[in-house]
């Protein structure tokens, strides 16, 4: 079968910020999306119509307050017009204390809370992604639901001056309808397996992340970060698929001259399920 696809994505984005009043810069915004698809199999399309589209108009508000010397918070409201899943409204803030400030050492503890909301794309819910010569295919499922999250936030930033810095995070994410590749459901015909997506309905991420820089001197540094993950799905209470526990990271930076610099990488991550039944 010979499988042609067309997708086009078009963006449109406006942002207005006001002067500073009373310590305040608040910023105002309009984002408009509209994506179309169409695929065909030997000439046939495979979706109604031909094709499948959709837009959005998004408006948001934000506002970013200094309380005090030592207190800064920012506040935000983003309303969602979806073509095809209606009117969401999502707030977000977050705030940031310095706590400590003394001989170049600055230390910031941060707290925030947001809302997230995410439609599925129509790859996901339309598109046939064909890699049969690989030995699989993921077929769209029109009936996916829009995500939603409230996600937590709970942090530690200590900078010494230019020479290192240092992050501490707590995160949690409370989710709804994830949006995910099925593997449990998955088909194999002609031996070729077929994936879809799925909602998992009720979710949940936490864990915590940190990382560091060294800069060793002006042309030389290192750095490091390491995150752990734990996902489950509530109902059943077992760990979600392809979202390994354990995850680092370690680089490094030379600066030969002004247009030379040489890096390394090196990342680990633990093994992940690869089923809800939480088989490897």
Do not use: C
């Amino acid at each position: 079968a010979l499988r042609n696809s067309n997708q086009e994505n078009n963006h449109f984005s406006s942002q207005v910020s006001l002067p500073t009043w009373l310590k305040q810069n608040w910023q105002l915004g309009y984002d408009w999306h509209e994506e179309q698809l169409e695929q065909s199999n030997n000439g046939k399309f495979e979706m109604q119509g031909g094709k499948v589209s959709r837009d959005r108009h998004e408006f948001y508000l934000q506002n970013d307050a200094a309380l005090t010397n030592k207190i800064d918070a920012v506040f935000g409201w983003r309303f969602q017009d979806d073509q095809d899943f209606g009117d969401h409204n999502a707030f977000k803030f977050s705030t940031k204390y310095r706590f400590y400030q003394e001989n170049d050492l600055f230390a910031d503890l941060r707290l925030s809370y947001g809302q997230g909301y995410r439609v599925p794309n129509l790859k996901e819910r339309f598109y046939s992604f064909d890699h049969s010569h690989l030995g699989y295919i993921v077929i769209g499922n029109p009936n996916l639901k829009p995500e939603s999250s409230d996600s937590y936030q709970l942090g530690l930033s200590l900078v010494k001056s230019e020479f290192w810095n240092a992050d501490f995070n707590l995160f949690w994410n409370d989710v709804k309808d994830l949006i995910q590749t099925d593997y449990d459901n998955a088909v194999v015909s002609n031996g070729i397996t077929q994936y879809s997506y799925s909602n998992v309905a009720k979710a949940e991420t936490k864990g915590f992340e940190t990382s560091a820089q060294w800069n060793i001197t002006p042309y030389f540094s290192v750095n490091g970060s390491y995150t752990y993950t734990e996902a489950s799905d509530k109902t059943t209470g077992l760990d979600l698929t392809r979202r390994p526990k354990h995850i680092a990271r370690l680089g490094s930076n030379y600066s030969v001259n002004d247009q030379l610099d040489v890096t390394l990488r090196a990342r680990y991550q633990s093994q992940e399920y690869g089923d809800s039944a939480n088989q490897y």
